[in-house]
């Protein structure tokens, strides 16, 4: 493995060591996509840290941000994160 696909697996990492990002990622893993109104609500936090967290999330590469209308409809960008979450945490 490269040190550049190292470095971006490291950076995948350290976003999802986050608790309310990898409970972000394991909302949106529910749905095709949701937008930000939707993921604060069901995580009970507010719209700031809701977005903060999405930006950083999307900016990782780890989702995909859609803005449609008025509303930014975020989804995972790879399913596979998942799989791998689930492995992590059965250890």
Same mark, same amino acid.
């Given at each position: 493995?490269?040190?550049?696909?190292? =470095?971006?697996?490291?950076?995948?990492?350290?976003? =999802?060591?986050?608790?309310?990002?990898?409970?972000?990622?394991?909302?949106?893993?529910?749905?095709?996509?949701?937008?930000?109104?939707?993921?604060?609500?069901?995580?009970?936090?507010?719209?700031?840290?809701?977005?903060?967290?999405?930006?950083? =999330?999307?900016?990782?590469?780890?989702?995909?941000?859609?803005?449609?209308?008025?509303?930014?409809?975020?989804?995972?960008?790879?399913?596979?994160?998942?799989?791998?979450?689930?492995?992590?945490?059965?250890?």
């Amino acid at each position: 493995m490269g040190c550049e696909k190292s =470095l971006s697996t490291a950076e995948i990492f350290k976003a =999802l060591s986050n608790p309310l990002r990898l409970n972000m990622v394991k909302l949106l893993a529910t749905s095709d996509q949701m937008n930000v109104t939707e993921i604060y609500k069901n995580l009970n936090i507010k719209q700031a840290i809701a977005s903060h967290q999405l930006n950083i =999330l999307r900016n990782k590469n780890i989702l995909h941000s859609e803005r449609i209308g008025k509303k930014t409809f975020y989804s995972l960008k790879h399913r596979q994160i998942i799989e791998a979450i689930d492995l992590v945490m059965s250890v």
